[in-house]
């Protein structure tokens, strides 16, 4: 277990709902990020946020949001969902501001279909 | 932007052999390099780290080398064995929160 909680682990839906993906950071952590992994695909850095704030944005899609709240926990948030919106979604935490000092542990990520 | 090219995409060794993953990073200001571990199905996993103040770092089987002035820096894997199957992405950091992707390379380790 990384200490990186993820719910829920897996999730189908039809095109054009809308889902949450849930985040628990390590405890400590501050730092959250989402990345999207298509099958066979690399890793698609989507936000980070830190305590509270976002920090760095990468190929989001706008019918794609997040947040991080008081308690550091993050949310995910998928709207008017498509067919090729179907990936694995990655969660990990980081203690601060320095990956070099402490590091980024992943999640077991949700493994969202879209049918 | 910051861009990191990974090669090979896939690489097929004997068990055994050794397995050599390479990275080339175009921001010279980068200064964090670490290498992740994703078998299929599950989360990548850090393996093997090394800043740019370090020319080679190694951890039983693995190393990792760094050669500042190419800009690039490579995953050597020795005695390889199956359990060494997996996709493996390197990253490369210049700012203290921000990592930047390679591809990743799929290691098949034959029989």
């Known amino acids: 277990d990384s200490g990186v909680t993820q719910t829920p682990k897996h999730l189908i839906t039809a095109t054009g709902q809308r889902v949450t993906l849930r985040c628990s950071p390590r405890?400590?952590?501050?730092?959250v990020y989402w990345y999207q992994q298509s099958l066979d695909q690399g890793l698609q850095f989507l936000i980070q946020?830190?305590?509270?704030?976002?920090?760095a944005k990468g190929n989001i899609l706008e019918r794609f949001s997040a947040q991080q709240f008081p308690d550091l926990h993050s949310e995910l948030n998928l709207s008017s969902l498509e067919l090729g919106d179907s990936a694995l979604y990655f969660c990990?935490?980081?203690?601060?501001?320095?990956?070099?000092?402490?590091?980024?542990?992943f999640g077991s990520g949700t493994r969202l279909t879209v049918v | 932007g910051e861009n990191v090219e990974q090669h090979p995409s896939t690489l097929s060794v004997q068990e055994g052999d050794s397995a050599v993953i390479k990275c080339t990073y175009s921001?010279?200001?980068?200064?964090?390099f670490p290498w992740y571990k994703q078998e299929l199905g599950k989360r990548p996993q850090l393996i093997i780290d090394?800043?740019?103040n370090v020319g080679e770092k190694k951890d039983q089987r693995i190393a990792v080398t760094l050669n500042k002035t190419a800009k690039h820096f490579s995953l050597h894997i020795t005695e390889t064995q199956p359990e060494d199957s997996a996709v493996y992405f390197c990253?490369?950091?210049?700012?203290?929160?921000?990592?930047?992707w390679g591809a990743g390379t799929k290691l098949i380790i034959k029989p």
């Open positions: 921001d010279s200001a980068s200064n964090y």
């Open positions: 946020y830190y305590n509270g704030e976002e920090r």
């Open positions: 090394i800043r740019s």
């Open positions: 405890s400590g952590d501050l730092s």
């Open positions: 990253a490369a950091s210049r700012s203290n929160y921000q990592l930047i």
């Open positions: 990990a935490s980081s203690a601060g501001d320095r990956i070099q000092d402490y590091g980024y542990t």
